[in-house]
């Protein structure tokens, strides 16, 4: 019996946690267990930790420590982003209109189905066939009812990205808040938030080495929000609930490591796509790109196993990888195991048949040409196995 080696290409669902990162988080998660919001010496000490790390956030972004809340993670943040900003823009200014695209996360596409039950009226574009959305289709799109634009910065599926520092341009121009999903980008870009007008900004941990359960969103001075969360006074009373103090504190130590080695990361993981990209090409037109060459992550690349050969959906897919070792994904981990063509994918114009056979590759620093190599092998076998005879 062939022997299967493991092979793990699904970072843009999670990271493992790096060993620096625990033992930063170990402390937090034993001798200094005090509650933030206890005035004793065991609450302190935590409080302390906490307004570090938010300094610390805070710097890598070149924003303000009061801008920066702590949540749950990158979903938290999205709801909060949304939920918050648009109750209060209604309440505030009669501003109920939200633009977003047919390509965003599910975090943010039933966050946006929740605010139309709400009375709010979402503006789905569309993207272009590279998954991107244009300058003019956004400022073509607002007006005076116009409370929110949310848009991904680097998409979760096929890894395009969207020219958010023009945007926010537009938007600032307007007085319109623009919130960036940036879960796939902060620590993989750098964002200099005094340069970058966004007003809004989620992010997650465990997308860069960090724990699961901690993400942040930055809130730009002044934008209206409103707690989404009632409980507690904690986060300047905008998040009830005690903190996740050993999250926060492996966030950081993620997020501190992330950026030192952008540069270095961008190209380790530019050589294995590009790479990868080559080996494909072996596959001719049994394999499609879903994936834009132009203008896109190097963490991340979409195909589509082509219908004309295979009579096969992204479970299938997915499960024969698995089998042989290879950890891959057909997107969103959020929806994994739902039976449902991508909705990115027909966003892009594709039929459901190509939507439905599509397997999402991530890499990430620690990915290696031989486990490329393995994988492209395993292709093959799947191949030769899946399509009709």
Do not use: W
């Not at 009812?145 to 020219?163: C, P, Q």
């Not at 537009?170 to 980008?185: E, L, M, R």
């Not at 996740?244 to 530019?270: F, M, P």
């Not at 050969?309 to 024969?320: C, P």
């Amino acid at each position: 019996m062939k022997k299967y080696r493991d092979v793990y290409l699904d970072y843009s669902a999670t990271t493992p946690l790096l060993p620096e990162v625990l033992e930063a988080m170990l402390p937090f998660l034993k001798e200094k267990f005090g509650n933030p919001s206890s005035i004793h010496k065991f609450g302190q000490e935590t409080r302390a930790a906490i307004e570090i790390a938010r300094d610390e956030i805070a710097k890598l972004l070149n924003a303000r420590q009061s801008e920066i809340y702590f949540t749950s993670g990158g979903t938290e943040s999205i709801n909060f982003a949304l939920i918050g900003s648009a109750r209060a823009l209604k309440s505030e200014y009669g501003k109920d209109e939200i633009i977003t695209s047919m390509a965003e996360h599910h975090a943010v596409m039933e966050t946006c189905k929740f605010l139309e039950t709400q009375g709010f009226k979402i503006i789905y574009l569309r993207p272009d066939t590279n998954g991107t959305i244009s300058l003019k289709q956004v400022e073509k799109n607002l007006s005076d009812k116009t409370g929110i634009v949310s848009l991904i910065h680097i998409n979760n599926e096929i890894g395009s990205v969207n020219d958010i520092y023009s945007i926010a341009e537009i938007t600032n121009k307007h007085k319109v808040i623009f919130h960036v999903d940036a879960v796939q980008s902060f620590g993989k870009v750098r964002f200099d938030l005094s340069k970058l007008k966004v007003d809004l900004l989620s992010a997650s941990a465990h997308k860069i080495f960090g724990p699961k359960g901690a993400g942040f969103l930055y809130v730009r001075s002044e934008t209206p929000i409103s707690p989404i969360i009632f409980g507690g006074s904690q986060e300047r009373n905008r998040r009830g609930g005690t903190e996740n103090v050993a999250g926060i504190i492996g966030l950081v130590a993620a997020a501190k490591i992330a950026h030192t080695r952008i540069d270095e990361n961008h190209s380790k993981v530019s050589q294995i796509k590009s790479y990868m990209l080559s080996q494909l090409q072996k596959f001719g037109d049994k394999v499609l790109l879903n994936s834009p060459i132009e203008n896109c992550s190097p963490y991340i690349l979409n195909i589509s196993f082509n219908p004309e050969y295979f009579d096969i959906d992204e479970n299938t897919l997915i499960m024969n990888f698995a089998i042989r070792g290879v950890a891959v994904s057909s997107g969103s981990a959020c929806t994994s195991g739902v039976l449902e063509p991508s909705h990115v994918l027909l966003s892009l114009g594709y039929d459901e048949k190509r939507s439905s056979s599509a397997v999402r590759f991530s890499f990430s620093p620690q990915t290696t040409f031989e486990e490329i190599d393995y994988t492209i092998e395993v292709m093959e076998e799947i191949i030769n196995l899946l399509q009709r005879k």
